[in-house]
């Protein structure tokens, strides 16, 4: 044993003893109760090797709160988050997509991209909340994703890949692109490694509705009750972030599924994650609660900034090369769309009051008859080929505009940046 170790253990033996005395025992076991046993107190008492080598023992929150003179943070107490560089066109980058599942069936990632995990840059990380043996699970089931999300941040914050991909287990969500058929296959087919270096935190969730542009405001006297993530954040903020004021407005789109670069992740010291999981696991918020204040904090932890709401149209085009031309006639898009889904209601209105009148008229209700409103004749046709051309419209632009998105410079001039000859995506 090395002198450093033999003190370290006397160091352990000392504090226990005084611990004990100070607490006599019993309080002590109450007190240590509280604490999660999954990151290695309680049932599980570490070794003193684990802690001589200094694994293994609870994070201590006040050494991980950040202070104004960490070197990573600014005086504000965030990173200066710079936009990344790219690498020259054609490189590849690695990559690894982090699922949080429990009893979901994610078997879609592997079939549905089997191509791409057949390639050496792509690997995946599926955790398992609620299953100590598998091969990537959480120190506990709480927070939902959020623990996921940290602690594959923790684990692999001195090997991370150049990409890491935060998603659920759901292949079909509706809070996934509608433009890629809400389709996380889809999704991460078509993800720009690029964009997301450049922008280091990418939600991967182009449309606004719900969480921009303006949703949350945590400084909000009074309880909105169909908001009341309001209190939760602003009790909750002065914990996560002892040295930022609380923000007047928190945006970005739902759902908590997004992109960082190794580059932003690595803005922040290994510290402030742990720092967090920790207030996660010491939380005594519901699970549910827990995990919310996150989705809505997020892009502050990554981007420093409040609000983070892309335009959709680059948000689509520069993120995975759907490429419309402009904001204009993204929006076009979904004018036509809604144009189509009114036909469709009232085709389906049309189709109802048919029924009823047949219905009527079989079973002879002739009084109920007369009372129904009888549906114009030919309507039916001329809805069902009002929404067939109009189906037609859209797919026509959806096709050009996945042609446009598969060229650089169409995705550089939409996005808004500058594009020379030779510039990858
Ligand atoms: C998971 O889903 C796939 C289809 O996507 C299916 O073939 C498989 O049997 C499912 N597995 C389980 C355990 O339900």
Redesign the pocket.
């Known amino acids: 044993m090395t002198y450093q170790r033999r003190f370290a253990l006397l160091l352990i033996l000392t504090i226990t003893a005084i611990a004990g005395f100070l607490f006599h025992g019993k309080s002590l076991q109450t007190t240590w109760r509280h604490i999660p046993q999954a990151i290695g107190l309680g049932e599980h008492y570490p070794s003193p090797e684990e802690i001589a080598d200094g694994s293994n023992i609870l994070p201590d929150l006040r050494d991980s709160r950040p202070s104004p003179d960490d070197q990573h943070l600014n005086s504000k107490g965030h990173a200066d988050f710079l936009p990344g560089t790219t690498k020259p066109a054609g490189e590849k980058y690695t990559r690894t997509v982090v699922l949080a599942r429990s009893q979901e069936?994610t078997?879609?990632l592997e079939?549905e991209l089997s191509d791409l995990f057949a390639l050496e840059e792509w690997k995946h990380a599926v955790y398992v909340v609620d299953d100590p043996r598998a091969p990537f699970h959480p120190p506990k089931n709480k927070g939902h994703e959020v623990m996921v999300y940290l602690s594959f941040i923790i684990d692999h914050y001195e090997k991370l890949p150049d990409l890491s991909i935060f998603m659920h287990a759901h292949?079909f969500a509706w809070h996934n692109n509608e433009l890629l058929n809400t389709d996380a296959a889809e999704m991460l087919r078509r993800l720009s490694p690029e964009r997301v270096i450049r922008e280091g935190y990418m939600n991967l969730r182009c449309h606004w509705d719900p969480g921009c542009p303006d949703w949350l405001h945590p400084g909000a006297l009074g309880e909105n009750l169909e908001k009341q993530e309001e209190t939760l954040l602003a009790r909750s903020w002065g914990e996560l972030f002892p040295l930022e004021p609380i923000p007047a407005v928190l945006s970005q789109p739902c759902c908590a599924q997004f992109a960082l670069s190794r580059e932003r992740i690595l803005a922040l010291p290994k510290s402030r994650y742990v720092y967090f999981r920790d207030w996660l696991l010491r939380s005594e918020l519901s699970d549910y609660l827990s995990g919310r204040v996150f989705e809505y904090i997020w892009h502050f932890i990554f981007t420093g900034r409040s609000i983070v709401c892309p335009a959709m149209h680059a948000c689509y085009c520069d993120g995975y090369g759907i490429c419309f031309g402009g904001e204009k006639e993204f929006d076009d898009w979904f004018e036509i769309r809604f144009r189509m889904r009114e036909s469709e209601t009232r085709l389906s209105e049309w189709m109802y009051r048919e029924k009823m009148i047949e219905e009527a008229k079989t079973e002879g209700r002739v009084e109920e008859e007369a009372e129904l409103v009888v549906p114009e004749l030919g309507r039916d046709v001329e809805l069902r080929k009002e929404i067939k051309r109009l189906q037609e419209e859209l797919d026509r632009r959806k096709d050009r505009a996945l042609e446009r998105g598969q060229d650089a410079r169409n995705r550089a001039v939409e996005a808004g940046r500058q594009w020379r000859e030779g510039d990858g995506f």
């Open positions: 069936n078997t879609w079939s292949r």
